[in-house]
């Protein structure tokens, strides 16, 4: 089974939302890690509020586009309105995108990521993954 770097983000009740998603997630596959939550500044100037962005691993069976149908149907059942061309300058109650597809979780992670945001997130993300492995190598 593949897994899935996925980024998610909301500025409309972020921390609801962003749960909310985690938890449909759930549904469709095993979401094997994710990152801190961070507050981003928004990329644009058609955005109201600041956005939180996380990055998760997702373990599932499902090809790439299914996979996509099925973000897309959370998207909307959590209040993001369907497709359409401007909708990506629009606030938003949550964006769940593909960001890369692997054989395995730390590949997954070790994906360059194009999204400034999503650096952040992702260097936040390792470096917290650094200080757990340093934290359990002072506890042995």
Known sequence: MPYYLLGLGSNIRPSEHLRLAE?????????????????TAPVGDTFQYEFCNQLLVLHTEMPPTMLKHRLQVIETNLGREPKNPSRKTKDRTIDLDILARAADADTCRQHPLEESYYQKVMSLWT?????????QTLKV
Request: proline share 4%.
């Open 23 to 39: 938890q449909q997630l759930q549904d469709i596959g095993e979401v094997v890690s994710a990152s801190p939550i961070l507050n």
């Open 127 to 135: 470096s917290n993954l650094k200080q757990d492995v340093d934290t």
